[in-house]
């Protein structure tokens, strides 16, 4: 135990540390000058100086909870048939082996596991690369356990709401609403998908986590807006780690492609 908490001691107390929620949309967003993408450089430049980043991505789905533990993070192409530009984009980004074992012991519940065979997927690389495009500290990722319900990840992230206060900035990239099965090319918003993601954002305002977890009930429009959840657990995991009064600052709020939200926000203070 004494061994565990000298390791959580090497991050140093530090001002609570802000959560973010990241729309990351389409994966050509790491390689173009747009809106969405300068929105992540300016929210990147205001972050504060912290000690590590950590990332809940909707595309790392394991079986139990794993985290990210290598020296040193490969980025991942986790698409295909994109241009050839994108699979050539580098980032370079340390792990840290010591902090994946704090976030271990504060998962020790959970049973986590720690992963050296994955590094970082385009949920957390694409939006990095604009945000923090030159890392000086080091950036993990946690895995969502698909054995969870909605929530279990809530209780399973609150564990780590305690590390805000320790120089980690903790980062959910997800989608709000994420239906890729009814993409709209011409680009005009889905009505369900508007309707979803006002709805949502009523209640992520409210901190009403009830409603959050069960977004069936708040509105039928989940039901294409969530079709699958994936993309929208991280919102849940990083909803977890807040004080229930904590004001939050939307951006990117528009809906690509008529069903993918990118509606992201940040904690103001």
Do not use: C
Not at 211 to 225: D, E, M, S
Request: glycine letters at 6%; a negative charge; hydrophobic letters at 40%.
């Amino acid at each position: 135990m004494n061994k565990l908490l000298n390791l959580e001691n090497k991050l140093k107390p530090s001002q609570k540390m802000p959560v973010l929620f990241v729309g990351h949309g389409n994966p050509m967003n790491a390689i173009l000058d747009n809106e969405v993408s300068k929105e992540w450089s300016r929210v990147g430049q205001n972050l504060p100086e912290a000690q590590a980043f950590v990332v809940i991505s909707a595309h790392w789905y394991t079986d139990g909870t794993h985290i990210t533990d290598a020296p040193k993070q490969p980025i991942i192409y986790d698409f295909y048939g994109f241009p050839e530009e994108l699979y050539k984009v580098k980032y370079d980004a340390d792990g840290d082996p010591e902090l994946a074992r704090v976030l271990k012991n504060a998962f020790l519940k959970y049973e986590a596991m720690l992963d050296s065979s994955w590094g970082l997927d385009h949920g957390t690389w694409s939006v990095m690369k604009h945000m923090v495009p030159n890392p000086k500290i080091p950036i993990l990722q946690i895995s969502l356990d698909l054995n969870h319900t909605r929530e279990q990840v809530v209780q399973t992230f609150k564990d780590l709401r305690h590390l805000r206060s320790k120089g980690v900035i903790f980062i959910g990239s997800g989608n709000i609403v994420h239906n890729l099965r009814l993409l709209n090319w011409s680009g005009k918003v889905f009505d369900w998908a508007e309707e979803f993601d006002q709805k949502i954002t009523d209640h992520i305002l409210k901190h009403d986590m009830k409603g959050l977890i069960n977004p069936q009930k708040v509105t039928r429009a989940a039901f294409h807006a969530i079709e699958m959840d994936d993309h929208y657990r991280p919102m849940l995991a990083v909803m977890s780690l807040l004080d229930q009064n904590e004001e939050l600052i939307f951006f990117n709020e528009m809906i690509d492609l008529g069903s993918v939200g990118m509606r992201s926000f940040i904690t103001n203070g």
